[in-house]
């Protein structure tokens, strides 16, 4: 029946909706008639198709983007300055820790 891809439905207790056509197989067994709405009945109930335009949306020269932007330069320098800061710190332990087992080889070397 249906030629687009909208059908007219008139329900069993009168009421008619226009609906999508694929719709169409589920309200003959139910019962309903089935026609072909005009195309203000589609425009009342799906309106009128509007063509989107898609833009690339360029964020990179907004302030979000720029105060994001440093944080992050600044937060990879900081973290980068903390690692220097623990391999200097693993150092002293691996230095104090050999002076340590230095000094425990002479005082069992005294005994």
Do not use: C, R, W
Not at 14 to 35: C, D, M, P, R
Not at 50 to 62: A, R
Not at 71 to 93: M, P, R, S, W
């Amino acid at each position: 029946m249906a030629k687009g891809k909208y059908i007219k439905v008139e329900l069993k207790d009168g009421t008619k909706h226009v609906l999508l056509a694929s719709n169409e197989a589920f309200y003959k067994k139910q019962g309903a008639k089935i026609s072909e709405p005009t195309q203000k009945e589609i425009d009342a109930v799906f309106g009128k198709d509007v063509e989107v335009k898609e833009d690339k949306i360029d964020i990179t020269n907004t302030p979000e983007y720029n105060a994001l932007n440093t944080e992050l330069i600044t937060l990879t320098a900081q973290k980068a300055n903390l690692e220097l800061e623990l391999d200097a710190e693993k150092a002293k332990v691996e230095k104090l820790t050999a002076e340590l087992n230095a000094l425990k080889a002479i005082q069992k070397d005294e005994k």
